[in-house]
């Protein structure tokens, strides 16, 4: 309990720096089991898109949110969505050569009769070269500097990449906590300790400045659950998509399960 003297101003607990926020998100990470690339894991998301005009007329792309369901493999390699009771996979093999990798969770935004379609990404990391990746964070972050594109910075580029692994694939805990304490020592990352996500939950968040010629003062934010340091979200902002600036997303549960369809 902290001492008030009468006549005084209490005096705020002192804010949690980046560090200290990435060594608590470490040790949580290295707790995790282990799970291995081709384990099944459910996930239901909610993402929000941001405008700086009129929204597009696409009907996924709903500036109030799209709530939906997912099953993805650890190595984010495979990706399954439920239509009308029948599984149906993201981008089948006839129509876009496996693997058909995405940055965090998968949002359909076509259905075939062969399968679903969506934004497709791939992180300059694959799930396969993970075990090849530098071993403490310095190095780490050396590592990301060196993958940055045109006119990106080291530290975006840095905050990035560690970001986009995080939010998809499963990784080995030791791996996560390393990325986490690299994370941590990225320049200009700092914490918001008031960080909401998609779902309008608070959390605590890494979070860097990202300035764009469109957006002036975006930020991009991992958002971590304040008690247990799980990533619960995360924000992305976005430099020149027409009049898309950005997005937020929220995990509202995800969770092991033996394969796509089995709902936990």
Known sequence: MALVVPGSTPTRPAAITARELAYRAAAAAAAQPAVPPGQWVYWKETIVWRFLGKPPRQAHMKPSGTTYQVWTTADSEKAAFIVDGSIRYLCPSQLIPAPCQTIGQPLPTALTEGGAQADINTIPVSYADLSSLPGNPVTLDRYFASLRGPGESAAVSEFQIIEDLVISYVMPPALTAELYRALGDVPG???NDHAVDAAGRTGIGFQISIPTPVNPHP?????????????????SSLSAFGSLKGLETAVLKSSLVSGPGVVP
């Open 219 to 235: 930020v991009d934010q991992l958002i971590l659950d304040p008690s247990t340091y799980e990533w619960m979200g995360y924000t």
């Open 189 to 191: 990352v700092t914490v």
